[in-house]
């Protein structure tokens, strides 16, 4: 079997040659070690892959694949196909670099998410995580929509792992609170949903959910740390942090707005089915 393990630390990341005190908070983390950047941690990931039942007959598309930490997930259940899609050329360096066990055809393609380029109905699983948070309301719903387009007709299948706003009747001002401190420490809008605002927007642009996952969002927690990097991972990246009192600086800030906001803030996975046209 190939191996599927990540590429070294010495290779080029997106966001290389940015002041770290500017670069946006996921590629931070990236430049300091953290391979798993996704608000629910692998536990999550799992599960919302687990839900998708991906297979051996599945044509997969993810969308905004990052440095293809669940691609090779992805790749571990061996569908016929797997393309990442993304727009920054160094992670697309990454993930055409990915190796396939078995006979799957793998495929990176460096486009946005919401025009992929790629050929309507081509895909029997398309899934992106932590990239809808980051978008717009008119550009959620073109993502959303460009996913369902890639899908093809009986059996299509999409998923989601975002942040998530919590209560579901959280104020407008306390909403508009927590995105303006997440945007001013992770250096990228942000622009969660509640629960049922992610699931409207799913029902809006053709897909009725079929199962939904909610996980605290602990990203820079000590347990999740270690849950998602291993022991080993957790103390490389907190030693490089604590090397770079920039990087330092900018990882304590990130952990507390999380612990700030950790009352109104989760992570959720909705897996989803193109709705049936009359």
Not at 180 to 195: K, N, Y
Request: aromatic share 2%; hydrophobic share 45%.
């Amino acid at each position: 079997m190939a191996s599927t393990n990540p590429l070294p630390d010495s290779a080029p990341l997106p966001g290389d040659g940015l002041d770290a005190s500017r670069m946006p908070g996921h590629w931070l983390l990236a430049r300091l070690g953290k391979r798993v950047l996704r608000p629910g941690g692998l536990e999550l990931t799992r599960w919302m892959l687990d839900t998708l039942a991906v297979g051996p007959e599945d044509r997969v598309v993810e969308l905004a694949a990052g440095l293809g930490t669940t691609g090779r997930m992805t790749l571990e259940r061996r569908p016929a196909a797997y393309t990442a899609v993304d727009r920054d050329p160094a992670a697309v360096a990454h993930l055409g670099a990915l190796l396939a066990p078995g006979a799957t055809e793998v495929t990176a393609v460096r486009a946005d998410a919401a025009d992929t380029g790629l050929p309507s109905g081509s895909a029997t699983v398309v899934y992106g995580e932590a990239m809808l948070t980051m978008q717009p309301d008119p550009a959620k719903r073109r993502i959303v929509r460009e996913a369902r387009r890639l899908l093809a007709g009986t059996g299509g299948r999409y998923a989601l792992h975002e942040l998530c706003l919590l209560p579901e009747d959280l104020e407008t001002e306390h909403a508009a609170a927590v995105t303006r401190d997440l945007g001013e420490a992770i250096h990228v809008g942000a622009r969660p949903l509640t629960p049922s605002d992610w699931t409207a927007l799913l029902a809006a642009e053709g897909f009725t959910v079929t199962a939904r996952r909610r996980a605290p969002m602990a990203l820079l927690e000590p347990r999740r740390l270690v849950a998602d990097e291993g022991l080993a991972g957790a103390v490389r990246i907190t030693g490089r942090a604590l090397r770079d009192p920039v990087a330092r600086r900018r990882v304590r800030e990130m952990r507390r707005v999380f612990r700030r906001h950790q009352a109104h803030l989760g992570a959720i996975s909705l897996v989803a089915a193109p709705t049936p046209t009359s």
